[in-house]
């Protein structure tokens, strides 16, 4: 999620906005930025890569105001760039934007009808060309943004200066968050109370269509149409297991907004993103995990590449959420590298004697590292002569120590009881092995290779979009609380993340749902719905994409109320749907990661609307290490 730091006050705001924009680091983003008054003009620079590049590029650079803007950038619209990077400067206004601009292009046709100098691929650019061209007939920026904001349509925070003002920011959302901080004789603005908590405890949090006016010292909260608002300002006196919410309400949100860096820091051992290709660091096949760190990279691979040849079949062994991701990598081992698979719950495969031949990998699935079942099994495995991987995101965790080889999820800490992060890195990393396995066996041609590497790498900034809608998750969660049951439905690879998103909701909401394969729903679910059974359908556009539409009609025609979930303006799912939610168009094997982002977030706002604590569901535990 981009990161926003807006700064009024006698403080230097050059340093203000680097600190904060630090505090924002965990977010994850390619790019960063600011802009700061000098000399009575707008001062801009930025840079493409971590803040080190921009701290670098403004060593030698001076500013002598006392306002500024600043920003991290996820890519959505346009890559990872200098050019794309915020803050975006036209005619002498400055803004930065976090979100994103559905009607852009229709925007975008109109500026350039008017003659307008459009420099980067970004939705964002578009916002400040708006606000400059009504900044000119309106002499004021707030009167600009007020016009602005009723032709924006989209989910997005956005904060704007201009200099023939510099006493003023302005700042509006309909969507992503955006807090006001009151310090002495000082204002900022920030996406995350984080960024400025060292300098206030005071804030307040603006509300969907609020626009907020800094001149000097006084703040101002007004409507669309300019009438005050009063808002209540809240003191945060923080305790440290709040603070590392990082201003978010629970640990799990901030887990599901945590998830585009957790994808990428996930995936980012194995690839090479220059030359789109893939080689699995450091899974150190008969090394102790203690010393994966010092392996010879190319060394580490030729033992994998040795290891893997060798094996015909995958049994892939874990416990509920673990246990739906292993059974979306079925897909993609199967699909990619074309050897079969087996997927078990932990706790069936060591009670039923199961037969174990040589060739075959043995791969346990396991956030923290020490689920008693899993590692019963893994110990099992080993002793029958199996080769065994574990996947975890605790590295020297039990389970990580005992098996031969070893992938991480690199997720960070998962506080939240209920997966989040932790599942969706698995799905990337299952996604490596499969396209690692694939390369070894020569089942998959070097085009093949880069299409994939291609979808994984434009995962982080898809599921920023998806995050990006948050407060229309909000909404639908508020419609759903009368219904009696779930269902949740998918075809192919998306099966498994239907089960995902019946666990999510059992887990947090205590609401009976259930996950099928939607061509079983002839086959008994049919009988159960009704006007107050919601049907929550996932149906990306892939190979499967009509007869899931076909699932989704007969649904309908008994009274089924449909939440579908598919891939852009798709005006059929719309039409027989109760709710619609937009998913960015994704190659099949990333269809998954992005399509669980809707469903988590369903799940958290159902479960926090009925008043649950969604960070401890009862009777539940992070990990589970005793039988």
Same mark, same amino acid.
């Given at each position: 999620m981009c990161g926003i730091v807006g700064y009024y006050g006698p403080q230097n705001p050059k340093d203000v906005i680097i600190a904060g924009l630090k505090k924002l680091e965990y977010r994850g983003y390619d790019s960063a930025g600011l802009t700061v008054l000098h000399q009575g003009q707008l001062k801009r620079v930025r840079a493409e890569g971590k803040l080190k590049n921009l701290e670098q590029k403004i060593i030698g650079e001076k500013f002598d105001g006392h306002l500024g803007i600043g920003h991290t950038r996820w890519a959505t619209h346009g890559v990872p760039s200098e050019r794309n990077a915020h803050p975006h400067q036209v005619q002498g206004v400055s803004i930065v934007h976090n979100g994103i601009i559905e009607n852009y292009l229709e925007i975008r046709e109109e500026l350039l009808a008017r003659g307008a100098k459009i420099t980067s691929d970004t939705d964002s650019e578009l916002v400040a060309h708006l606000i400059a061209e009504e900044v000119q007939k309106q002499n004021d920026l707030l009167k600009a943004v007020q016009i602005v904001l009723g032709k924006l349509r989209g989910a997005f925070s956005i904060l704007a200066i201009w200099e023939k003002q510099p006493d003023r920011l302005v700042a509006f959302k309909d969507g992503p968050p955006l807090v006001v901080g009151l310090g002495d004789k000082e204002t900022f603005i920030v996406s995350d109370v984080q960024a400025a908590l060292q300098h206030t405890k005071k804030y307040i949090y603006l509300d969907d269509r609020e626009i907020v006016l800094v001149r000097g010292d006084q703040v101002d909260i007004v409507d669309p149409t300019g009438k005050q608002i009063k808002k209540q300002i809240v003191e945060l006196n923080w305790s440290a297991e709040q603070v590392e919410k990082m201003g978010y309400s629970h640990f799990m949100l901030k887990e599901i907004y945590e998830q585009p860096q957790a994808i990428a820091s996930a995936m980012e051992p194995h690839i090479d993103s220059e030359t789109h290709s893939i080689r699995l660091k450091n899974v150190g096949f008969g090394t102790a995990p203690q010393n994966i760190d010092q392996l010879n990279t190319l060394v580490d691979w030729e033992k994998t590449c040795a290891t893997l040849k060798g094996i015909n079949k995958v049994m892939i062994i874990a416990c509920g959420t673990s246990y739906y991701a292993g059974l979306a990598g079925k897909y993609y081992i199967e699909q990619i590298a074309r050897i079969?698979?087996?997927?078990?719950?932990?706790? $069936?495969?060591?009670?039923?004697? &199961?037969?174990?031949? %040589?060739?075959?990998?043995?791969?346990?699935?396991?956030?923290?590292?020490?689920?008693?079942?899993?590692?019963?099994?893994?110990?099992?495995?080993?002793? =029958?002569?199996?080769?065994?991987?574990?996947?975890?995101?605790?590295? *020297?965790?039990?389970?990580?120590?005992?098996?031969?080889?070893?992938?991480?999820? *690199?997720?960070? &800490? $998962?506080?939240?009881?209920?997966?989040?992060?932790?599942?969706?890195?698995?799905?990337?990393?299952?996604?490596?092995?499969?396209?690692?396995?694939?390369?070894?066996?020569?089942?998959?041609? =070097?085009?093949? $290779?880069?299409?994939?590497?291609?979808?994984?790498?434009?995962?982080?900034?898809?599921?920023?979009?998806?995050?990006?809608?948050?407060?229309?998750?909000?909404?639908?969660?508020?419609?759903?609380?009368?219904?009696?049951?779930?269902?949740?439905?998918?075809?192919?690879?998306?099966?498994?993340?239907?089960?995902?998103?019946?666990?999510?909701?059992?887990?947090?909401?205590?609401?009976?749902?259930?996950?099928?394969?939607?061509?079983?729903?002839?086959?008994? %679910?049919?009988?159960?719905?009704? $006007?107050?059974?919601?049907?929550?359908?996932?149906? &990306?556009?892939?190979?499967?994409?009509?007869?899931?539409? =076909? *699932?989704l009609e007969e649904a309908k025609a008994r009274g089924g109320k449909i939440i579908s979930i598919g891939t852009g303006e798709n005006e059929k799912l719309k039409k027989i749907s109760e709710r619609y939610l937009s998913i960015p168009k994704a190659h099949w094997s990333t269809n998954p990661v992005i399509s669980v982002i809707p469903l988590q977030l369903m799940a958290f706002h159902l479960a926090s609307s009925l008043g649950y604590d969604v960070d401890q569901p009862r009777n539940l535990a992070k990990s589970v290490t005793v039988e």
């Open positions: 079969p698979v087996e997927v078990d719950i932990a706790s $069936e495969f060591r009670y039923r004697k &199961p037969v174990l031949q %040589p060739g075959t990998l043995v791969m346990t699935i396991s956030q923290s590292g020490e689920t008693a079942d899993t590692l019963a099994a893994i110990r099992l495995a080993k002793e =029958s002569g199996a080769t065994t991987l574990s996947i975890c995101n605790v590295k *020297n965790s039990t389970i990580d120590r005992e098996a031969h080889g070893h992938l991480y999820m *690199n997720s960070g &800490p $998962e506080v939240g009881v209920a997966s989040t992060k932790a599942f969706t890195s698995t799905l990337v990393i299952l996604n490596c092995l499969a396209l690692a396995i694939g390369k070894i066996k020569n089942s998959l041609s =070097s085009a093949q $290779e880069k299409e994939h590497i291609q979808a994984l790498l434009s995962l982080p900034s898809q599921v920023e979009v998806v995050l990006a809608y948050d407060k229309y998750f909000t909404e639908a969660a508020e419609s759903l609380k009368s219904f009696k049951g779930f269902l949740y439905m998918g075809r192919g690879v998306s099966y498994p993340i239907a089960l995902e998103g019946a666990l999510k909701l059992k887990e947090l909401a205590y609401l009976h749902a259930e996950g099928y394969a939607a061509g079983e729903m002839k086959h008994g %679910p049919l009988a159960l719905i009704d $006007e107050r059974m919601a049907i929550i359908m996932l149906a &990306p556009s892939d190979e499967l994409y009509e007869k899931t539409v =076909s *699932n």
